[in-house]
């Protein structure tokens, strides 16, 4: 078994008996290709231990207050979490786009900002509530 990055949204690697199997976030699928929800995941905050949000309730306010780093393979700075604080007159302060989820961990271990994660992702970086990271 070889696992392998796929920068690009496209079924070409499967239709050309590239690869067997794909996981991912899917759009469109091609009319020839079967997809099966294998499962589903949320979407947690990740902060450093002792950081600011931390010292009282996370309410939307203090989120939104927050220095945030987004993950997005095209560059997108708005995410739907925007538009759930414009719904409250909130907006965040995006400081820093980075390709992928994986990208999240070093770009967020940086003292004051703050990375959304998959929960998985949390979970399989061993990040939920070390001595370094609090999940929320």
Request: net charge neutral; aromatic share 8%.
């Amino acid at each position: 078994m070889r696992f392998a990055p796929k920068p690009e949204k496209d079924a070409t690697p499967l239709r050309d008996d590239e690869v067997d199997l794909e996981f991912g976030v899917f759009g469109a699928l091609a009319p020839e290709i079967r997809a099966h929800l294998v499962f589903r995941d949320r979407f947690v905050g990740v902060a450093r231990t002792g950081y600011r949000l931390l010292d009282g309730p996370v309410t939307p306010q203090r989120y939104a207050d927050c220095l945030h780093v987004v993950a997005s393979r095209r560059g997108v700075f708005t995410r739907p979490v925007d538009e759930a604080l414009a719904e409250l007159g909130l907006k965040r302060n995006v400081v820093a786009v980075v390709p992928g989820f994986p990208d999240l961990h070093s770009a967020g271990a940086r003292p004051g900002t703050l990375p959304p994660l998959r929960n998985s992702a949390a979970t399989s970086l061993e990040l939920e509530n070390t001595d370094s990271f609090k999940v929320f």
